[in-house]
Nanobody
């Protein structure tokens, strides 16, 4: 499967962005999906994860209450709604498909990755 992330850009602090991740090559499987981010000079970190049904969702503490992950299996698309953005949210955001059905927070539990989309939050 190929994953294509989009929706990044430059936004002022306090603003919002919605990222999308479109899958091609096959339909969404029954596996969990997630969003990660990587800021310059830092390791890739977990942002959010969602199961196939959407019944289970997990967020990093740093984004809880501000970000919302969702998926539309009929459209083979994963979303990340980001509100109340902060300068520390600046990073390249990656979508990924896990090799597990349950929520996963570790990058090593994901196999397919999108190419990333840059989010820059100015103060």
């Amino acid at each position: 499967v190929q994953l294509q992330a989009s929706g990044g850009g430059l936004v002022q602090a306090g603003g919002s962005l919605r990222l999308s991740c479109a899958a091609s090559g096959r339909t969404f499987s029954s596996l969990a999906m997630g969003w990660f981010r990587q800021a310059p000079g830092k390791e890739r970190e977990f942002v959010a994860s969602i199961t196939w049904s959407g019944g289970n969702i997990a967020y990093a503490d740093s984004v809880k209450g501000r970000f919302a992950i969702a998926r539309d299996n009929a459209k083979n698309t994963l979303y990340l709604q980001m509100n109340s953005l902060k300068p520390e949210d600046t990073a390249v955001y990656y979508c990924a498909e896990s090799t597990f059905q349950a929520i996963q927070r570790l990058p090593t539990r994901y196999y397919y990755w999108g190419q990333g989309t840059l989010v820059t939050v100015s103060s």
